[in-house]
T-cell receptor, first 118, second 117 residues
Framework: AQKVTQAQTEISVVEKEDVTLDCVYETRDTTYYLFWYKQPPSGELVFLIRRNSFDEQNEISGRYSWNFQKSTSSFNFTITASQVVDSAVYFCALSEADRTGANSKLTFGKGITLSVRP | NAGVTQTPKFRVLKTGQSMTLLCAQDMNHEYMYWYRQDPGMGLRLIHYSVGEGTTAKGEVPDGYNVSRLKKQNFLLGLESAAPSQTSVYFC????????????????FGSGTRLTVV
């Protein structure tokens, strides 16, 4: 069974600090997908990134970067120079490759609440 | 170009009442899902469907029923609401990957906040 662990529950930083959100996953499949979502106080889920298991390249998008390491089953998310607007709950999620549809479902971690203080 | 639409957005029920949450998508997605979100628990899968007329249980199915009579709609029913079902409910949909085993991502609705008193 697939599992996602976000050991950090709450993180508080001061604006402009860098912050890393950890994500560790478990899966028996060799083909799988990892996701990060942001949930701001308004409540909607905002898609940030999708990464498949064959692509271990790190990705950078503006102030956001992701470090995928299959050796440690981790997919960590770093926000550089954090801003107050980054305050949100961040979810890491895992989906195994779709073969019958039963494996397409998304398994979420419990989420990390990030507070960025001015 | 609505994506995934959930109705209603808010609802207060009394214990024992029944209700149906509607999820509608206009993207011709084969797969649809219902999740519930509770504080500190992340999102947990209730039921899902891989096609019209098919449904399957997720992680927390007890107390809920679902139906997918039309490809674009996925209904979540609470036959006898309990306070433990107070939660935020999210619907999502995704494309079927086919033989390539790809994953094209998920589209989420904006959520339904349900309170059972």
């Amino acid at each position: 069974a697939q599992k996602v662990t976000q050991a950090q529950t709450e993180i508080s930083v001061v604006e402009k600090e860098d912050v890393t959100l950890d994500c560790v996953y478990e899966t028996r499949d060799t083909t799988y997908y990892l996701f990060w979502y942001k949930q701001p106080p308004s409540g909607e889920l905002v898609f940030l990134i999708r990464r498949n298991s064959f692509d271990e390249q790190n990705e950078i998008s503006g102030r956001y970067s992701w470090n995928f390491q299959k050796s440690t089953s981790s997919f960590n998310f770093t926000i550089t120079a954090s801003q107050v607007v980054d305050s949100a709950v961040y979810f890491c999620a895992l989906s195994e490759a779709d073969r019958t549809g039963a494996n397409s479902k998304l398994t979420f971690g419990k989420g990390i609440t990030l507070s960025v203080r001015p | 170009n609505a994506g995934v639409t959930q109705t209603p957005k808010f609802r207060v029920l009394k214990t024992g009442q029944s209700m149906t949450l509607l999820c509608a998508q206009d993207m011709n997605h084969e797969y649809m899902y219902w999740y519930r979100q509770d504080p500190g628990m992340g999102l947990r899968l209730i039921h899902y469907s891989v096609g019209e007329g098919t449904t399957a249980k997720g992680e927390v199915p007890d107390g809920y029923n679902v139906s997918r009579l039309k490809k674009q709609n996925f209904l979540l029913g609470l036959e006898s609401a309990a306070p433990s079902q107070t939660s935020v409910y999210f619907c999502a949909s995704s494309l079927r990957a086919g033989t390539g085993r790809a994953n094209y991502g998920y589209t989420f609705g904006s959520g339904t906040r349900l309170t059972v008193v």
